[in-house]
T-cell receptor
Framework: GQQVMQIPQYQHVQEGEDFTTYCNSS?????IQWYKQRPGGHPVFLIQ?????EVKKQKRLTFQFGEAKKNSSLHITATQTTDVGTYFC?????????????FGKGTKLSVKP | DGGITQSPKYLFRKEGQNVTLSCEQN?????MYWYRQDPGQGLRLIYY???????QKGDIAEGYSVSREKKESFPLTVTSAQKNPTAFYLC?????????????FGQGTRLTVV
């Protein structure tokens, strides 16, 4: 079945440093979604990328979707302590008429002030 | 998330007991999902449902059961057959199962077997 792999699993940075997490799919994706889960919280939707090569920005966060639509990245510029949490990518998966989201294992970001 | 209520927030269960986790939504979403989260394991799909009275097994359905008698409700029962039930359980919904709909998550239930 479809797999979504995410690296690194953990990332520790000093406040002000940049951070990047990468997501790779074993198959071509129709779209990719990114979520953030704060410590003790639940995942919250950040953004969706649909087009090949698409780049979207949300303040210090930059999201990219690969040309082949099999990989994606999330880059945070000048991290802040508020960026702490686990970032997940997710891709849609269908079997027959049944559809769900396949999540990567996430990248846990810690930021040292 | 507003509109998805999971209860209770914390649950303690003795070994050998079944326990039911509640998930209610008022978003009028068609699809509902149960995920299990363990440290370092990400989100693993237990069961999902696209319409009332229909549901499908996910990757780790063994030891769990669900029902979808109403559109708003998708309770998860953790049975005594589940060998390692201690985990954080998340319920999620999507408006439809079309390709471009995002997931909304409840606050989660943290289950501990004592």
């Amino acid at each position: 079945g479809q797999q979504v792999m995410q690296i690194p699993q953990y990332q520790h940075v000093q406040e002000g440093e940049d951070f990047t997490t990468y997501c790779n799919s074993s198959t071509t994706l129709s779209n990719i979604q990114w979520y953030k889960q704060r410590p003790g919280g639940h995942p919250v939707f950040l953004i969706q990328l649909v087009k090949s090569g698409e780049v979207k920005k949300q303040k210090r966060l930059t999201f990219q979707f690969g040309e082949a639509k099999k990989n994606s990245s999330l880059h945070i510029t000048a991290t802040q302590t508020t960026d702490v949490g686990t970032y997940f990518c997710a891709g849609p998966w269908y079997e027959g008429s049944q559809g769900n989201l396949i999540f990567g294992k996430g990248t846990k970001l810690s930021v040292k002030p | 998330d507003g509109g998805i209520t999971q209860s209770p927030k914390y649950l303690f269960r003795k070994e050998g007991q079944n326990v039911t986790l509640s998930c209610e939504q008022n978003l009028n979403h068609d699809a509902m999902y149960w995920y299990r989260q363990d440290p370092g394991q990400g989100l693993r799909l237990i069961y999902y449902s696209q319409i009332v009275n229909d549901f499908q097994k996910g990757d780790i359905a063994e030891g769990y059961s669900v029902s979808r008698e109403k559109k708003e409700s998708f309770p998860l029962t953790v049975t005594s057959a589940q060998k390692n039930p201690t985990a954080f359980y998340l319920c999620a919904t999507r408006a439809t199962v079309s390709l471009n709909t995002e997931a909304f998550f409840g606050q989660g239930t943290r289950l501990t077997v004592v």
